[in-house]
């Protein structure tokens, strides 16, 4: 299935909010990216209210974008954050509950985000996704995956930490000890989904989770792997994930 944006496991507002905005965006005077542009408020809007008309954008806004609107009658500054991707020539910001009333011509500018980042996030959020596809694909199917991303499981959470990685790199920044330590952390977390050791949490596996223990023999007849599984007394349920194969045996002759 192509990484497009709705089978990502993390989205670029998850990043964004992992690292910190500071961490993610541009400033303004970063070569001129940055947007710097100027949103005004068309119609004046109640305290509490979820929703802000606003003049056509230029530029999209990520969820998570917070904004101070202020002139316009407002009695003071108003931080504002977005709850919903707002895309180029948007007019209707989806908010959380506003703290106070923004009265019409209010305004903020947008110094943060840019498009040249907004597509460097996303570009870290398909990384983040492919590798945690890598390490789980073979034990899980992708809708349990996302559906567990979704949740803000862990599988968010690791595709989350390696897209943060993934960009601070693309960055040439060094990367921050707590996010190296988040890194280490997942990593050996997924190598142990990977190996059978660690269960996703709420979600289930291909097929049957047990038995985790085959039943065994030692057959001295072999020459390698002499362990061998007895299949009369194991469980019979076919897996669909790759098996061991002992290739030694189908190409070692006895005599």
């Known amino acids: ?28 005077d970063d070569h001129k990216l940055a947007t710097g542009q100027v949103i005004r408020v068309t119609t ?22 917070q904004l101070v609107f202020d002139g316009g009658g407002t009695t003071s500054p108003v931080q ?6 707002a895309l180029t020539g948007a007019t209707n910001l989806v908010v959380a509950a506003l703290s106070a009333s923004i009265g019409q011509y209010a305004q903020a500018t947008d110094s943060g985000l840019n498009l040249a980042t907004g597509a460097r996030l996303l570009t870290g959020c398909k990384y983040g996704t492919s590798q945690v596809k890598l390490y789980c694909s073979p034990r899980y199917n992708d809708s349990d995956l996302f559906n567990n991303a979704g949740e803000k499981g862990s599988v968010n959470r690791w595709a989350t930490i390696l897209a943060s990685r993934w960009l601070a790199k693309r960055q040439l920044r060094s990367c921050p000890e707590g996010l190296a330590e988040d890194y280490e952390e997942a990593m050996g977390e997924l190598r142990r989904v990977q190996l059978g050791s660690l269960l996703i949490e709420d979600i289930p596996t ?3 989770g047990w038995p985790f223990v085959t039943n065994s023999a030692i057959d001295i007849g072999y020459s390698y792997a002499k362990a061998r599984i007895e299949p009369m007394l194991s469980e019979a349920t076919p897996v669909q994930y790759g098996q061991y194969v002992d290739s030694n045996s189908i190409l070692f002759v006895e005599y």
């Open 1 to 28: 299935m192509p990484l497009t944006l709705p089978h990502l496991y993390t989205l670029p507002s998850d990043v964004w909010d992992w690292v910190s905005s500071d961490f993610a965006d541009l400033a303004q």
């Open 44 to 65: 004046a809007a109640a305290q509490g209210a979820l929703s802000l008309s606003v003049t056509a954008l230029l530029y999209p806004l990520l969820s998570g974008t």
């Open 80 to 85: 504002v954050t977005l709850t919903a991707t």
């Open 206 to 208: 291909r097929t049957s």
